[in-house]
């Protein structure tokens, strides 16, 4: 449908002028040439330009101006290509359409698998909610994923370089499964792990968490690497800083949380956006040493947290409003999520502090592949956490060590006792 009202436009334009019709206002622009570089010195001159018919300037969503003129993000801007989804997710969907439901408290409940809510309202008040399950509860990211190892770049944006940090990630869904069963447990939505296994001096940092279908608060694990032994932790960790870079846990793979933890959720609306849906990073170069591990970053060029360009194209986008409760240290969180059902993507996300005042930019991209059970699927590209008020950030690439759906995974192997075993 997008093309199509593309297409319809430039022909009414088109019958427009033959026919020697008056139209009032400036002639439209022509498109930019792919591959046309949006930075900070070209900006002024291509906001009132086209892409795909449309002017760029309406297309920039949230921070990203602010992000391009003052700290050197660049984007390649690129026709828009259609966006993939995940190998049977549509046909789960379709098989338990309309089973789902949200109770008073905003529970998910009667939920087996697929898309629990493909068909949004933006009249419905719990709309984001819905739209934050879909995101969350369904593996059309993979039931399974197993980042080891990961390697974080923190980042000064006066200095360059601080640290690498490798660690492993890994998420086991137990409901909401693409593979069969699609559900373990009916009482545990997923185990989620994010743990460092280098350097030495923050080696064994790290939390698991447990999020349970009910919407209870989580049990949230750590393993004290000084006793060798795991220990549980506070509920309330699950929105911590991870010690050593710029992320909160609950930004771990974009989110980590159950939408009821946060005071609301809304859909503002949907518009278009530029976002990174056909990634052309190269991964990391794991035979190279130094800075020339990581040719998708541009470490040389202050303020180093900057990715080089990439492709970024028109998707339609959900525009998202998080209100965390009092006790976060997060304000709001502006989102903005693909529409497409069954890839719903967090293209981009800006965090606003308790003054109101801009405080963190997440971006990054995505492309397909293939995963290690056959599927053809997203997987990520790039990711950084931007702190522009301490001018400092993380950021990390793909590599090999990336799993979706590996064979052979076992819930033991993601749940808390499995820690120890993590940094092996």
């Known amino acids: 449908m997008q093309k199509q009202r593309r297409a319809l436009h430039h022909l009414l334009w088109a019958g427009a002028l033959g026919a020697g019709l008056s139209v009032a206002g400036p002639l439209a622009a022509e498109d930019v040439a792919p591959g046309t570089l949006l930075n900070a010195n070209s900006i002024d001159s291509l906001l009132d330009q086209t892409l795909d018919g449309e002017p760029i300037r309406g297309l920039l969503v949230g921070q990203q101006e602010r992000m391009i003129r003052e700290f050197g993000w660049a984007m390649l801007l690129t026709p828009a290509q259609p966006v993939n989804v995940t190998t049977g997710a549509l046909e789960l969907t379709e098989k338990h359409r309309g089973e789902a439901r949200l109770d008073a408290q905003k529970r998910l409940t009667n939920y087996t698998t697929g898309v629990p809510f493909p068909d949004l309202d933006l009249a419905d008040p719990d709309a984001g909610y819905k739209l934050v399950y ?35 990630y890994r998420r086991f869904l137990m409901s909401g499964r693409m593979s069969e069963p699609h559900v373990l447990d009916k009482s545990i939505a997923k185990y989620e792990a994010l743990m460092n296994v280098y350097p030495n001096d923050t080696r064994g940092v790290g939390l698991l968490t447990v999020n349970y279908t009910d919407a209870r608060l989580p049990d949230v694990y750590a393993y004290i690497k000084n006793l060798r032994r795991t220990r549980r932790m506070s509920s309330g960790a699950w929105a911590d800083p991870v010690q050593g870079t710029d992320l909160l846990f609950d930004d771990t793979f974009g989110l980590n949380l159950d939408p009821t933890w946060y005071e609301s959720w809304k859909i503002l609306g949907k518009r278009h956006a530029l976002v990174v849906e056909h ?25 180093y947290w900057n990715f080089q360009p990439d492709n970024y194209e028109i998707q339609e986008v959900y525009e998202v409003e998080g209100i965390p409760r009092k006790d976060h240290l997060v304000g709001r969180r502006q989102m ?62 793909y590599s090999s060590g990336v799993h979706q759906n590996p064979p052979g995974a076992k819930a033991a192997d993601y749940a808390p006792e499995a820690l120890p075993r993590m940094l092996e």
């Open 336 to 397: 903005f999520i693909g529409t497409t059902v069954g890839a719903p993507k967090i293209y981009w996300q800006d965090h606003y502090d308790r003054k109101g005042e801009h405080w963190r930019t997440g971006g990054g991209g995505s492309k397909d592949a293939k995963w290690d059970d056959g599927r053809t699927g997203p997987t990520g590209t790039s990711a950084v956490i931007v702190d522009v008020q301490r001018l400092h950030a993380t950021a990390a690439g």
């Open 134 to 168: 879909n995101i969350l509860r369904f593996g059309w990211a993979g039931d399974v994923l197993n980042l080891k190892q990961i390697t974080f770049l923190i980042i000064s944006g006066e200095n360059g370089l601080e640290k690498e940090q490798g660690w492993v």
């Open 279 to 303: 990634s052309i990073l190269p991964p990391m170069d794991e035979q190279a040493s130094g800075k020339a591990k990581y040719p998708f970053m541009r470490l040389d060029e202050a303020p």
